[in-house]
């Protein structure tokens, strides 16, 4: 059909590189989608060290000011390490009316974030919390340390500034990191400030990545930042029907907040 259209800007994980078949899939349902790289593609940052929020704010006022993008605000969706990149743009940043994490955290992981005065230091952990299992593949859901304790709360992102509403999908069998605990204690402190509740949606025996529909479920595979194969968690089935349910939930939450119409979207890929 003829635009605008709701603009999404859309965040891979540590894998780095620009990933563009989920922006390309959710364009099909009449989205206007911004696939952004971050790091390890052509002139960006060869590796996870330090981001600036000003090259996300580019992208922002790229997308809003897009004749083909409906305004007054777009949306973010991020997975992993894209999950609180988008938490921390949502914080800071103007023009965002609605947030998707899956399998996201609501603290900074893995590289230092800046912008203008403002610096986050990227969560603790502890290498000793990692498990390996008998094929020799590593078990890091431990790993992190605690964003509510001790120098872990420099890193818990400030989302109580964001003025968008949240939705996080959280698969309870994530072995990268404690989701559900993310979404749960995001929500608490929303609500301590007196800002929307969340939507969080949880898939039981679902693992860390939640790709769209019919996509094969990743059990293992090397992490870029711990450099080793880890184990992302799921079982096959739960997971092939979370991702399912998952892509139905995302688009319904970005038609609500975006256009503020109801989805009435089939669950076809």
Not at 24 to 37: H, I, P, R
Not at 70 to 92: E, H
Not at 103 to 109: F, K, T, Y
Not at 143 to 158: D, H, K, M, T, V
């Amino acid at each position: 059909g003829n635009g605008p259209f709701p603009g999404i800007i859309d965040l891979y994980g540590t894998g780095g590189g620009l990933p563009e078949y989920r922006a390309c899939l959710l364009a099909n349902y009449g989205f206007a989608v911004l696939a952004l790289a971050y790091y390890a593609y052509e002139d960006l940052p060869k590796e996870m060290k330090e981001f600036h929020l000003e090259y996300f704010e580019e992208a922002v006022n790229y997308m809003l000011q897009h004749t083909q993008v409906k305004g007054p605000g777009i949306g973010l969706l991020g997975i992993s390490k894209g999950g609180d990149l988008c938490v921390s743009m949502a914080s800071f940043l103007k023009g965002i009316a609605a947030t998707a994490l899956i399998n996201g955290s609501v603290a900074n992981v893995g590289a230092v974030l800046r912008y203008k005065d403002i610096t986050i230091p990227p969560l603790g952990l502890n290498t000793k919390r990692i498990k390996v299992n008998e094929a020799g593949i590593a078990d890091i859901i431990d790993a992190l340390n605690n964003p509510l304790e001790g120098p872990g709360r420099q890193s818990f992102i400030p989302l109580e500034k964001a003025e968008c509403r949240f939705l996080f999908i959280v698969g309870q069998d994530d072995r990268n990191w404690k989701s559900e605990f993310f979404a749960v204690e995001g929500n608490k402190r929303l609500q301590a400030h007196g800002k929307e509740k969340a939507e969080i949606v949880c898939y039981p025996a679902t693992g860390h990545y939640i790709e769209p529909p019919f996509f094969p479920m990743c059990a293992a595979s090397k992490h870029l930042l711990v450099g080793r194969p880890v184990v992302w968690g799921g079982e096959p089935k739960a997971h092939c029907e979370a991702q399912i349910d998952a892509w139905r939930q995302i688009q319904a939450f970005f038609r609500k907040h975006l256009t503020g119409k109801p989805s009435g979207t089939s669950g076809k890929l």
